[in-house]
């Protein structure tokens, strides 16, 4: 049985706010612009398959995960897929974490850089962003969920910036609809899998929901057709806005987006997306570093994920220099959510095979 109660608990409504705050990332700055280069004017259409797709997936990870409820990641896959087999993926998606997780830290410190602290040290930020994820985890499962509890009503006026643009786009710009061809429809939706990376933690985090009994998958389906929604708006307003062609040359265009319109009021409107996208990324920041820390604390079996949250920091602040600038920074971002197809597509596929392949029922119920 995995001792979930060491490191804190979640409810089913947490789990619910969980997928959307660590879904909601660092994918939405480059998300336009990564998509359209395969799709061209049909890339909204790529999001939104993607979208669809994954909330079916999710909707099978937690299927998956309920038939052993009692049992972590490491556990139920070994059962699964054998022992060997089991401590191998674990390892790998551990490893992935903190790639991933080191990944989401750079994205927002080159942010905070071009936008906040120009003058400011690289490693200064890191540092600070690295110190307050540990602090924040070294606290537990618990703490990290209230957080993102607290900051997912900074996605309301975050949702709310997509329409600043309205006046100026050009639905021309969406023309002709489908005219890309279906293959190069569905080749988009790969680009789109980093932006949309985060929901496969429900693998590792479903034994840490205290209410079970409550419709689990039916939350998350929910969840991520939010996060789809609010994507595919997004793609669609860049889109309508500057067209397929001009998305090619702007590196951020959820950033160019918001500079579009002139208030009259306030005029850098994208500080207030940053400060308020920011905070958001925090939270994802924590899910994914945390994810992989109790994936190695069910393989060494200690006590609790404050160890291993601890002893990893050093390696995430030297991952997280490696990268000499903004470009290389987005080419890891790729690869990444290459990465993502096998932990959040392939593995969840597999190990719901397997589920069926066993007749669909864990040991603890086949005892029962």
Known sequence: MYRKHTNGEISANQAFIIIISIMIGT???GLSRVVSQVSKQDAWISVLINGILISLITMAIVYVASRFPQ??????????????????????????GLLATATIIRFLTE??????????????IIFLIIATSVYMLSHG????????????????PLALLVAVGIPEIRLVNLRPIGGTGLKSILSGVVPSF????????MLVY????????????????ISVII????????????MALFGPEELQRVLYPSINYLRAYDFPIIERMELFFTIFWLFTVLGTIGLQYFAGCSLLQSIFKTKTTGFFV????????????????????VEIGGIIGKANIFFGLLLPLLLLIMVFVHGGKSKHEKNS
């Open 141 to 156: 499962l618990t703490v990290l969920a209230r957080f993102n509890e607290v900051i997912i009503f900074l996605l309301v």
């Open 310 to 329: 601890f002893l990893q920091s050093p390696i995430l602040f030297v991952l997280t220099l490696l990268p000499r600038n903004t470009p290389q920074v």
């Open 227 to 238: 996060v789809t929604l609010f994507y595919t708006t997004t793609v669609i307003s860049q």
């Open 206 to 221: 479903y034994p840490y929901i205290s209410d079970k009994e409550k419709p689990v998958a039916k939350y998350s389906m």
């Open 27 to 29: 994918g939405v700055l």
């Open 111 to 124: 942010m905070i850089l071009t936008w906040f602290l120009p003058d400011t040290p690289i490693y200064v």
């Open 71 to 96: 049992d972590n990641f490491l556990q139920y896959s070994s059962r699964l897929l054998s022992k060997p087999i089991g401590y191998i993926i674990t390892i790998s998606f551990a490893l992935y």
């Open 194 to 201: 980093f932006a949309f990376g985060g929901y496969e933690v």
